[in-house]
């Protein structure tokens, strides 16, 4: 439903990106940029960054309010799913408690994004995707490109169903950025609804998607428990669809013909919950271990001599970072032998 949520959310962009669109086309029709002195290219980059910045930003606000609704909701529902289970009356953050969590925890993502604050994450982002155009505006006027030549650098060609233009590139990071987000504040709210009830909450277990898509550190992390407060929580990098979920007093109980989705060869389908990534991939043929794994390590993971659970220990070190495959023959040099891989 998170999934779902998210591709919705990112829909709302296709107006603004229309608004974007339209004062670059207003501003430049008017005259030709290879008029301009350098000096008057500036002023004129100033007001069109700035109408731009306005846009960008708007979108970001409607995101953010959005992302407090999601959040007090998720919190409302996990506390909910606790009732169910346990015939009690689960604790609920007060929204104002849900708000500061979601404001003030930075997000774990990797790369230069990792440890930002929400709002930040947001403002850098409308901040680049706003340089991005007039950076090409720019560059365009430099290589004394005509105004049209430098809008069709902007929207994109038809030929090409305007994919080749910064604009797409601006559509793809905004999804990629909400996504991101959304995927931060629901798991942030559940967290804090799980620390809230600490009488049936025992930790939390990390869940990733079964999948040839899924990233290798979230391949490693899957159905590992943590106490909650003591371990990594998704979104790990951006565009994770990785999520938790609550280990209770009933665990054993709830795990019973539990299933879970994946999406393996020859299609999707529910499988046992009790399978972790790689003992789902065990199942699946040569071919899709390869797609997922990438060649060496699926030699690796079939020719190694180790159990799933085995290889999986093997793939992130003590701060749940993927390993190298350098790294990876450094501790396990006789893994590499019994699969005759160099």
Known sequence: MIERLKAGEVKKFEKYLRKIDAVVRDQLTRKELTTYSRQRLEEFLARVDGKLLD????????????????????????????????????????????????????????GIDGGKLLKRFLNDWSRTETMRVTNTIRLGFGQGQTNAQIIQAVRGTAAQNFTDGVLAISNRNAASV?????????????????????????????????????????????????????????????????????????DDFFSKGATRASVGDGGGGQVDASLTYYTWLATQPASFQDAALGPVRGKLFRNGGLTPEKFATLQLNSKFKPLTLAELKEIEPEMFKRAGVN
């Open 55 to 110: 846009i960008y930003k708007a979108y970001a606000d409607v995101v953010q309010a959005d992302l407090v609704d999601i959040a007090l909701y998720e919190s409302t529902f996990e506390a909910s799913s606790l009732n169910h289970a346990f015939s009690i009356d689960a604790v609920v953050p007060s929204n104002a408690v849900i708000r500061a969590a979601v404001f003030s925890y930075p997000l774990q993502v990797t």
């Open 178 to 250: 909400v996504q991101t987000a959304i995927q931060h504040v629901a798991t942030t709210a559940r967290m804090e609804t799980l620390k809230a009830n600490p009488d049936v909450v025992q930790g939390y277990r990390w869940v990733s998607t079964l999948d040839r898509k899924t990233s290798q550190q979230c391949k490693g992390l899957d159905g590992r428990v943590f106490k909650v407060g003591k371990g990594p929580l998704p979104p790990a990098h951006i565009n994770c669809r990785s999520t938790t979920t609550a280990v209770t007093r009933l």
